[in-house]
């Protein structure tokens, strides 16, 4: 195979999509990129250009490439990191939190960053709340998920922010796609959208602009724009099954491109006509203490780990 | 031969292959790795040049 020109200019490309069947050069790509990311937002109606747009920034490829596009594209939007205090022996929470003030000064210094460090909020770090003994990785995780999804929720409430956008990419979302398809969840199938629109119950909005691309792409889309991004992964995340669903999926995609987008795209649209009809999803209520929406009487789980900090709680909540 | 730099070591290489070539023989997926030389992304269709360097980056972030 030849070096594929770019389809736009004809000069190198740096980078070859066979699911699209498109090369691009450096200025040609990352005008794909923003263009395409723009057309997603329209598409789910994600936001209007005067929203005030809240990025919940990790340090990561993908969240800082998000928040550069949308700064790009004139969006006012701020950027949230939540410093999770995970050490590991290899300051990982503190790495990461210099990955993002160093984008923000470089790239954002007109928007705002918020940073919420979980330590001096709480008293406790994740690792910390899922207590020393208690349950391994996984259990770790669910609880990270849950507190990174709550604070996100209030911060971007409390703010007045219209919108909370993450930066999950297509091989996110068909990961948990796939191990959702496995399990035949149907609840989580129900509630996976690139667009979840604010409901009463105290959720805010939240979006995922970069649900088309490939995650080689948005990791492309940072190399190209010279950000500088934290490399290495959360030391708890080896053995995730989410990466190994990422592995299934990206061996079968070298064998025929497209079949990623095809699995994610295939199942937007059997949800949008209505896949399981009948099932309803379960009332949410008010939590008591934090107002937020859970599907649980009384204390919300988070309420439930940061109120009973002695407990080693995860056990009975998730 | 070719330096080539994945995940903080040093792999040294035969050169005269392309970025694809190259990724297969490390057993890496082209799907799931970039390639940077001199700072610059490059296609994995670009043909390395001997005694040059290229540094590999894994793209898949977990969680
Ligand atoms: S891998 Fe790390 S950042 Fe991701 S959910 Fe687990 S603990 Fe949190
Ligand atoms: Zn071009
Ligand atoms: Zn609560």
Same mark, same amino acid.
């Given at each position: 195979?030849?070096?594929?020109?770019?389809?736009? =200019?004809?000069?190198? @490309? +740096?980078?070859?999509?066979?699911? &699209?069947?498109?090369?691009?050069?450096?200025?040609? !790509?990352?005008?794909?990129?923003?263009?395409?990311?723009?057309?997603?937002?329209?598409?789910?109606?994600?936001?209007?250009?005067?929203? $005030?747009?809240?990025?919940? +920034?990790?340090?990561?490829?993908?969240?800082? @490439?998000?928040?550069?596009?949308?700064?790009?594209? #004139? !969006?006012?939007?701020?950027?949230?990191?939540?410093?999770?205090?995970?050490?590991?022996?290899?300051?990982?929470?503190?790495?990461?939190g210099e990955y993002v003030r160093k984008f923000w000064r470089t790239f954002a210094p007109e928007?705002?960053? &918020?940073?919420?460090?979980?330590? @001096?909020?709480?008293?406790?770090?994740?690792?910390?709340?899922?207590?020393?003994?208690?349950?391994?990785?996984?259990?770790?995780?669910?609880?990270?998920?849950?507190?990174?999804?709550?604070?996100?929720?209030?911060?971007?409430?409390?703010?007045?922010?219209? +919108?909370?956008?993450?930066? &999950?990419?297509?091989?996110?979302?068909?990961?948990?796609?796939?191990?959702?398809?496995?399990?035949?969840?149907?609840?989580?199938?129900?509630?996976?959208?690139?667009?979840?629109?604010?409901?009463?119950?105290?959720?805010?909005?939240?979006?995922?602009?970069?649900?088309?691309?490939?995650?080689?792409?948005?990791?492309?889309?940072?190399?190209?724009?010279?950000?500088?991004?934290?490399?290495?992964?959360?030391?708890?995340?080896?053995?995730?099954?989410?990466? $190994?669903?990422?592995?299934?999926?990206?061996?079968?995609?070298?064998?025929?491109?497209?079949?990623?987008?095809?699995?994610? &795209?295939?199942?937007?649209?059997?949800?949008?006509?209505?896949?399981?009809?009948?099932?309803?999803?379960?009332?949410?209520?008010?939590?008591?203490?934090?107002?937020?929406?859970?599907?649980?009487?009384?204390? =919300?789980?988070?309420?439930?780990?940061?109120?009973?900090?002695?407990? @080693?709680? #995860?056990?009975?909540?998730? | 031969?070719?330096? %080539?730099?994945?995940?903080?070591?040093?792999?040294?290489?035969?050169?005269?292959?392309? %970025?694809?070539?190259?990724?297969k023989s490390l057993g890496l997926n082209p799907q799931s790795v970039l390639a940077v030389v001199?700072?610059?992304? %490059?296609?994995?269709?670009?043909?390395?040049?001997?005694?040059?360097?290229?540094?590999?980056?894994?793209?898949?972030?977990?969680?």
């Amino acid at each position: 195979m030849g070096v594929h020109r770019c389809r736009k =200019c004809a000069a190198q @490309s +740096v980078i070859y999509m066979p699911q &699209h069947r498109l090369a691009l050069c450096a200025e040609h !790509f990352l005008a794909w990129v923003e263009k395409s990311t723009l057309d997603f937002i329209a598409k789910h109606h994600m936001f209007e250009p005067l929203d $005030r747009v809240l990025v919940a +920034v990790s340090g990561g490829k993908d969240s800082l @490439s998000l928040w550069r596009i949308l700064l790009k594209s #004139g !969006f006012q939007a701020d950027g949230l990191y939540i410093d999770l205090g995970i050490d590991a022996g290899g300051a990982y929470s503190k790495r990461s939190g210099e990955y993002v003030r160093k984008f923000w000064r470089t790239f954002a210094p007109e928007s705002q960053l &918020h940073v919420l460090d979980l330590a @001096s909020l709480y008293g406790k770090t994740v690792p910390e709340m899922a207590g020393r003994r208690a349950g391994g990785r996984k259990k770790l995780c669910s609880i990270c998920g849950l507190v990174k999804r709550h604070e996100m929720n209030r911060v971007a409430r409390e703010l007045g922010y219209q +919108v909370m956008v993450t930066g &999950h990419n297509l091989d996110d979302e068909a990961a948990v796609l796939f191990g959702n398809t496995l399990r035949w969840d149907v609840e989580y199938l129900l509630r996976q959208a690139p667009v979840l629109p604010a409901e009463e119950s105290g959720l805010a909005g939240k979006a995922k602009p970069l649900a088309r691309f490939y995650e080689r792409e948005t990791a492309a889309y940072a190399i190209v724009s010279n950000i500088d991004y934290i490399e290495d992964e959360c030391p708890f995340s080896k053995g995730a099954t989410s990466l $190994r669903h990422k592995e299934v999926l990206n061996s079968m995609e070298n064998g025929s491109p497209g079949t990623k987008l095809q699995f994610y &795209h295939s199942f937007l649209r059997a949800r949008k006509k209505g896949i399981f009809p009948g099932y309803e999803r379960p009332v949410l209520q008010a939590c008591p203490k934090c107002a937020q929406a859970t599907g649980i009487p009384g204390l =919300c789980a988070f309420c439930r780990l940061t109120t009973d900090a002695e407990k @080693s709680i #995860g056990e009975e909540i998730l | 031969m070719v330096k %080539v730099h994945f995940r903080g070591s040093e792999i040294e290489t035969p050169g005269k292959m392309t %970025v694809r070539e190259l990724m297969k023989s490390l057993g890496l997926n082209p799907q799931s790795v970039l390639a940077v030389v001199d700072g610059n992304l %490059v296609s994995n269709e670009t043909r390395l040049s001997d005694q040059g360097e290229i540094k590999l980056i894994s793209v898949i972030s977990g969680g």
